[in-house]
């Protein structure tokens, strides 16, 4: 085990719970496979969120539902990911590593392929390559914000027409994992996550007037995220060329290890990282300074 490096999910419960999939086996097979390679993890569920203090307005049930992500509305649209992160460092050491991971390993049996055992040095290459306490990755080449992210969430967020329009030009981060140094840095950005979060507005699929004509659907919580980090490289908190990385399937991994999915062993897929710049953000940032 691997001292001060922490793991945080959250799984659904099904009927009459949170009316999402029944995870909890996944959540068990989680701690029981990853808990070797972490001081501790750390498993929410929505009865066990609840009795957190301050979670009246999170992970509650909403009318509208998203396309894509049909039972997202049932649990806030994902607020609760802010919420249980925003809780995990407040107890756990200052400096220590923390990995939010998406609970569906059922769905994307693929995340039991990432790095897992090198998973200290690995988050340390991510915070060395980005200056910074804070990572997530780009979804992959070729998937855009103004494709995946609601309209009315970027421009609410990011009123500045010329940075706007390159925000919506933007490659797409990824909010299935966050990976977070516990400093005041990174504590200050989820409470600012976790505040937009709570603005539903934001988050549902309605309102959205003006959609892109690129615009396909929206996904809660991820829509904040990329805002806030497309923010936050305007303010001159993260650099230009942040993130960096995409990992291929979401696979944690640098190097390339094929792996194939159950019952298609004829089939292997590769892994690995690449390296993806936003190169107008880039341009505009240094044009500015």
Not at 26 to 33: D, P, R, S
Not at 121 to 134: I, M, Q
Not at 168 to 186: D, E, G, Y
Not at 221 to 243: A, S, T
Request: charged content about 25%; aromatic content about 14%.
């Amino acid at each position: 085990m691997i001292k001060n490096i922490y793991f945080v999910t959250f799984y659904t419960s099904g009927e009459p719970i949170d009316k999402g999939y029944n995870l909890k086996h996944t959540a068990f097979k989680i701690k029981e496979k990853l808990s070797p390679y972490f001081t501790n993890i750390f498993l929410f569920d929505k009865i066990t969120l609840k009795q957190l203090k301050n979670s009246e307005d999170i992970c509650n049930e909403h009318e509208e539902a998203l396309d894509k992500n049909p039972n997202a509305n049932n649990i806030g649209y994902f607020d609760f990911k802010p919420f249980i992160i925003d809780h995990v460092l407040s107890i756990i050491p200052e400096d220590s590593i923390l990995v939010y991971h998406d609970a569906n390993f059922e769905k994307n049996p693929q995340y039991w392929e990432s790095d897992w055992n090198n998973i200290k040095e690995f988050t340390d290459k991510l915070f060395t390559d980005n200056s910074s306490d804070l990572f997530v990755q780009i979804e992959r080449d070729g998937a855009y914000v103004k494709e995946y992210v609601k309209t009315y969430t970027i421009d609410t967020l990011i009123p500045n027409p010329i940075e706007n329009n390159i925000v919506k030009n933007c490659m797409l981060i990824n909010a299935a994992r966050i990976i977070l140094k516990n400093t005041k840095f990174s504590r200050n950005f989820i409470k600012e996550y976790l505040n937009l979060c709570k603005n539903k507005t934001l988050l549902a699929k309605t309102p959205n007037p003006t959609p892109d004509s690129a615009f396909k659907w929206s996904c809660g919580d991820q829509d904040v995220l990329n805002c806030l980090i497309y923010k936050y490289i305007f303010e001159g908190k993260l650099k230009p060329e942040f993130p960096i990385y995409s990992f291929m399937y979401r696979v944690l991994r640098f190097e390339n290890k094929p792996f194939n999915w159950p019952g298609q062993s004829w089939n292997p897929h590769p892994t690995g990282a690449s390296k993806i710049y936003n190169e107008e953000l880039i341009h505009y940032i240094n044009k500015k300074v």
